[in-house]
């Protein structure tokens, strides 16, 4: 326990030994990066504003912080830290930086998350008990991977390279924001409520809950730009649309707060058939994090233990919560394509990830500010009663980068906007996001919908 | 053990006493048909037709047989012949047929299967424990209600009660074709391998498996006739479909066993990720019913343990592996929509369960010589690509009978067709079956699609 | 559904063809009976009496009562019915009658219980999803192994076969216990509630519960006669008892119920780790069979469910039940050598199954009037604190029927005397019952003991 | 991840502020210990003595890896380092040192382990959550303590609290083995096969198997000295034995691996009922950290992944296993009265705990080189075929310590000696070790026993 001596980083097995950082590799990256083409420079800018968020993300966390793993579906987050750098190591490192020396030759399978292409996985759930290598060798491993990209991009690559790391940029940006949700979840079990940010909310007046109606028809939807976005974005097609309304705000926490007073988690004439037997056979009856203290209802927060915050866009939802609720209004929730039609008429909200912060937003952002719907971004996810499947045309990339979306297409329902964990720059309309319907650790909420 | 003698229907406590049949209730029910208009007449014609079939199903069975339940998702035949009835009971004769004694208490509550409206339910997965009411009492009170059902068509009854007829007698047709796979997954436990059917399958010459194309374009999807149909075949709209094509037949027993042969189970590479997970946690090998039997694939049918027939079309596969299966050959599923428009071009098959066969059809149906596409109907349920969603405007039905389709709108994928036990008249091209990508109990198969 | 017709046993597949019973086999049991010596013929006597009261027991029942398991635990009584001729069938007439055909060939796996030298067996907890054979074509394998029994018995035998004869006796004596036991555990869950007997107890006033001291000492334990007894009650040896007192009857449901009324279900100071476990994770809160009505305790009997009838012994408890209950009067449970060296100096009670009576036997028996502990025998097992171990010097027969007793020696509490449904004759200080901590389902009891 | 700097103890809350050491409490412990009289001081040396021990165990570790829970049964070390400590602030502290207030008020419910009279437990399996208190945070809580016991100490105390003192250093004891046999599971699980020691074990000689016969008769076990013992190792008291004997030293890896290779563990005849069932249960086909590598038996160790160490006892068996190799030779596992009997007879071997080895003992020690028996403490306990019950007269101790090892005496077996992580001074032959048949991951191997 000499937390100020550093061992050998993995003890007693030789075998395991990994490659130290030389003086080849240390060479300063500010040199190298001189040497890049401008296109590569720009590219490496965002590599590195990206690799330092996830530094910052974990700056106010101890070491013990970055190992439990509190289910299957969350990671540790030095798990997530190493499976960042192992997708950069595995997808451009090894097949173009010519006599690239693999840090740790057990990483390739201890921090490979689901591609099969790849090898073998080490069982996701069982990621909380691999203490080792400890959070300074992974810090180490981060270290020696963005040496060897700042090299690699000294050198001539393809476009298909070069997409690959985009890629990469993009991925650590998913991570980031579940290494927030991965941690509030475990931090939800420690009756100490240990909390991340120090943010003190105000109470803000709530905005009426208003109806912007649209007139359907033939529209198109998936991505038609020029930039980065998802293979599951695409191909853009047209759609048929009846006429439909969407709510112009989020459901709070005090309007949810109705729905549960009102009995709404006894009452199985609201849920889905799936939804009802969800919430009996795990025995919920109240939102996730919710807790009543003295008569009051009560909030695990990532800046704490809160007595319920009333203004706040209500999150950590299920699906089958939303669409219970939804139920209870009369209402349904959209379809991925009446919101993203929506949003196409909208200015694109560019706030992202404040780490002060970490609550939904519930305001009214500049950049918002005369838009129609708010909260479409940095607020919380919202459900749609959309199954994510395959688009018309649809073809998973070839290779293991095939399997980053296309596999998971059955059994999860699609999610747009972005929440208050989205890293800035992670936004846009043709954006989908997907879980199944139970999960409820990520910022999840409501925006109701209904026909004309 | 008396086989011989009728013991008190529930032995022992006086509080359950059943309704015995009157002299009034008994009073001939072909008296009561000739009282009945002409529109009551022939719709209780249908009803005594289907309530027959019941019947049939079962002669070759023993008592015993109807009381076992191999597991959660299926329900023992008993129980099925008392649902039925309690469908009829509950939604007609205890609303609207005046001065109605309920046969037994208790049924309400033993025989609801989810109709919360309807109150609190025994819990499915102890179905197998209910050996009282015997069969024998089950009998009893299905001619209990026949009697009233007769009785109730002498009166003057709304169109929407005569609607909740029709659904009464669509919904027996439904759980008649439950009660086939069911005993068929719950035999197949048992190593003397029982038969119910008499089948001597002939091989045939398989027809080569082509290709038909469809322009695609705006289409009218969802049901636009006046007959019966379920709730979730509406409101019927259109949709935008790029050009497809479909594979004319479905896939074989001897094409599905090449893809077993070549590993198909073995590869992660082919399958959904929730596929893959499936297939580990139970120990997926082979398909549902499948064996190795010295050195040779045997599979386990209605008419017994026989060596795999190589040329009916084959079922019993999840979605999963339908998935699998389509990945293997470089295609995949068709979407409902697709589905749909290729049937709307096709004469309807009528043909219907053969008790004598229960196999899947294989051959060239009279009513489809002519047509394109074979095996439509009659056969296997073809699994499509599509979740099952609401239509846009979707609407469920007011009260209990509202449970019956929209609370299942989750976690569901959309089979189209009819299957080889699916009862005659019980077809058509916007009929939407559905169950979990898991389910393998059901006589589902293949057909392929693929982009134009 | 046929009731009335015989159906083929095995419906469809030729290759498990039953034998069939024949005019030689069929030649008159009582022929044969007179050709035995008298030895034989004695324990032929006992045999057919022992075979005929499994008859009686299941002759109020219906064939659908015999299908069902409740629980891994737990067997369908058709199950019992074949497997005690199984055992017959596998231990006297395979390898003692030359010439013997057996009855079906897959019976040897189908009702194999645990005979891992016989060889592999069919899996437990799906017993009852064996609809075939039905319940006529186990009659007529009974009927089979009957004659084919009356066959050997007119050879000479040799002595160890004719223990193993005796042994089958007593096996089948257990097994009706279990008949009992696991129709009652499967009938509770049936909100009808049948009953099985007619039995109408009557209030009785109950004897002071008054403590009997011993002197302890040098004991022997163990059988030491010349009759049947099981290999676990042997070998006899000498034990070091300190004195000790036993309560002079065992605890009645009026005592049980004020420990429940006085919480002791929700106090964890009262019971052993292990149990307070089992109680969380099993949700118990009242001992099994008992309910709330309308604010009173009733209780499921195998005459129906009924007020508790307070003056009858407590059953159907668990050791970890009999243990907090005994904690909370500030006594403890007796070892198995106190309540034997006790017993031993009482005279044997010769009571039994009484098949319309079914209820713990709580009067004061013609036999016992005299004695000092009353319901030693006849009422309800009583729970030890003694783990079931194999005495000094134990070994196990040699063979198949070495796995009777042995290899259960761990994990199991030993429980003395005899309950209400323990067949008459199979009682006796010696015996050595056993059960895991957690068995409910059995008809169980307390008797106090303490230090002097 | 500031590994180098100190945030807040428990981030977020104030209301969770725990006390800070202060001037008073920080007095040096020394002048404090002068102050004592030389009863108090003797124990205080103990004391310091056992305290300095878990920190030498947790030195070589990384905060990461003391977080970490493989099982439900096991707890990470940072549990283990502040259960100890609350142990001391709960029996001691709290109610004897006037004035004394909680470190952290919430410690009670989170480091409480199984004292239901103390109140409410954290749940177990979700230890490994618990990030917050640090590693440090937990070393301050231990700093406390200690600090506190000092004064306490400086006090006229009874001879009860002295008793309990004595019981809080034999339970961190214990806790000591638990630490490294949590770790060694916890690591087990980590593909880089981290090691704890340096350990270089040389191949040594291995001593025949011979049998020391002992001639039973009366005699007398449990604690008789005047020294510390746990509650459940008295009432001394006689028991008749008959003639025995034992083998003379423990099984080998070497020895096991015949029983292995020789199908052991796919010889269901060889195995109690419960132990098949675990065996099939879990897929266990070897001993516990035992792998094939390249066609070779490897094993996980305390030093390391090594080839096995053929003249190593045997170790981390279960009880079935044990059992099951006696089984293979037939032979049989020692009762506790023999194995303690045999021992009485021995000099007490006091070697213990060697922080550089962490391997079972194998050699003959100088102080049992001219013992009768080898290996009875310092390397394997060794598992008896006695259930773990109380000794006649038992009564546990009142109060929540009372709790400690009574409520634990079901479905469990003795273990008797100690082994190499048990620390110095805490064996002894009356000590009753106990676990559950299953429980693997102790270091735990087999004496073998017989029959004269």
């Known amino acids: 326990m000499r937390a100020d001596k550093k061992p050998n980083p993995v003890i007693g097995s030789g075998k395991h030994a990994t490659v130290r950082l030389t003086a080849v590799t240390k060479k300063s990256i500010q040199d190298r990066e001189r040497t890049m083409d401008s296109k590569h420079q720009q590219l490496f800018t965002r590599y590195q504003h990206t690799r330092k968020l996830s530094r910052d993300i974990v700056e106010p966390l101890q070491p013990e912080d970055l190992v439990i793993q509190s289910m299957p579906d969350a990671s540790p987050i030095k798990w997530h830290l190493a499976h960042t750098s192992w997708f950069f190591e595995t997808f451009l490192l090894k097949p173009f930086l010519t006599g690239y020396r693999p840090f740790q030759s057990q990483f390739e399978y201890l921090f490979n998350s689901y591609y099969n292409h790849v090898g ?12 080792r290598p400890t959070v300074t060798e992974v810090q180490e491993y981060r270290q020696y991977v963005d040496d060897n990209i700042a090299t690699l991009l000294t050198r001539p690559l393809s476009e298909a390279t070069l997409n690959l790391l985009e890629l990469g940029i993009n991925h650590e940006q998913q991570h980031q924001e579940l290494m927030l949700t991965d941690i509030k979840h475990a931090f939800s079990f420690n009756p100490l409520f240990p909390a991340l940010a120090d943010h003190q909310p105000q109470p803000q007046p709530i905005a009426a809950l208003n109806w ?4 359907g028809g033939e529209q198109m939807i998936g991505y038609r730009g020029t930039g980065f976005h998802f293979d599951n974005e695409g191909p853009a097609h047209p759609v048929l649309l009846p006429p439909f309304k969407l709510a112009t705000r989020l459901i709070t926490n005090g309007e949810l707060q109705d729905f549960v007073d009102d009995g709404g988690y006894k009452n199985p004439l609201l849920w889905l058939s799936d939804g009802w037997a969800w919430l009996q056979g795990n025995a919920i009856a109240q939102p996730l994090y919710w807790q009543q203290m003295e008569g009051q209802w009560h909030h695990y927060t990532l800046s704490g233990l809160r007595p319920l915050l009333q203004h706040e866009p209500a999150c950590h939802l299920s699906y089958y ?9 009369g209402k349904r929730l959209p379809t991925e ?3 993203e039609v929506a949003a196409q008429q909208q200015p694109l909200d560019n706030s992202g990830l404040h780490l002060g912060r970490l609550h939904p937003h519930c305001g009214t952002d500049p950049a918002s500010a005369q838009a129609t719907l708010q909260q479409l971004y940095g607020s919380c996810w919202q459900w749609t009663q959309s199954a994510y499947s395959p688009y018309p045309g649809f073809k998973p990339a070839t290779g293991a980068v095939g399997e980053y979306n296309g596999k998971f297409m059955c059994n999860q329902q699609v999610l747009k906007g972005s929440s208050c964990v989205t890293p800035q720059g992670h936004s846009r309309a043709s954006y989908r996001n997907f879980f199944p319907a139970h999960a409820q650790w990520q910022f999840t909420g409501i925006r109701m919908a209904d026909d004309v």
């Open 212 to 215: 912007q109606e649209y007139a």
């Open 321 to 329: 919560e939303a669409d219970a609720y939804a139920q209870w209004c």
């Open 337 to 339: 394509c009446e919101w």
């Open 120 to 131: 073998p996985q080490y069982l996701r759930k069982n990621r909380g008990l691999i203490s």
